[in-house]
């Protein structure tokens, strides 16, 4: 498993709220089981006390894509830092369960989890995760969806960078209303027009009187 995949885990948590809509759907321990994934251990240690701070958490996560978004790179760097320094991880090598068609072990990278509670342990695979994309892809990876009032935090692996929305549905949505505000300037273009001439030729005929 490469590390980056880890990255996931900090684009799911974020995306538990929708703050232009006042949604929040990370209100359950059965929600934070959920985001680690029904194969996690760590999961089943999860308890009321991790809903606040794995909110608390996920604001943080939030700020570094935030920043990434407007550009301001050392600022998601600096953000993302001090997260590592309080959740860190222990990587090991793992592959036991995992074989090739010899039946030998197919070697990979695995963060592994010594954490005392749900939150730290989250915030740790999402943060170390976040890290491995950023440094691999660049900080202009992270983004916030464009489609007004989304917002949605996504990670870019496009082969021009050229990503801008969370999801095909967003972007379907912007593309629209796009399109219905060039139809809208069209036709209120039009409609100047049509007065300018209207206004212009009434002055003309006033003049020959």
Known sequence: MELAYYSDY??????????????????TVEVIRDLFGSESTTARRAT???VPRLRAVRARLRAVFEAADAGEEVQAVDLLNSLLLEFPVSPQISGHDHR??????????HLADHTSNATAGYAALASMGLAFHLTEYGVDRLGLCQAAPCRNAYLDTSTNRSRRYCSDRCA?????????????????????TGRTAETTQDSSTASER
Not at 11 to 20: F, I
Not at 101 to 108: A, R
Not at 172 to 192: C, F, G, H, I, M
């Open 10 to 27: 900090a684009v799911r948590l974020v995306n538990t709220e929708e703050p232009a809509r006042n949604k929040d759907s990370l209100t």
């Open 100 to 109: 090739d068609e010899d039946g030998s072990p197919l070697w990979h990278m």
């Open 48 to 50: 009321e006390a991790d």
């Open 172 to 192: 379907t949505r912007a593309n629209v209303a796009a399109y219905r505000a060039r139809k809208r300037l069209e036709t209120d273009r039009s409609a100047n």
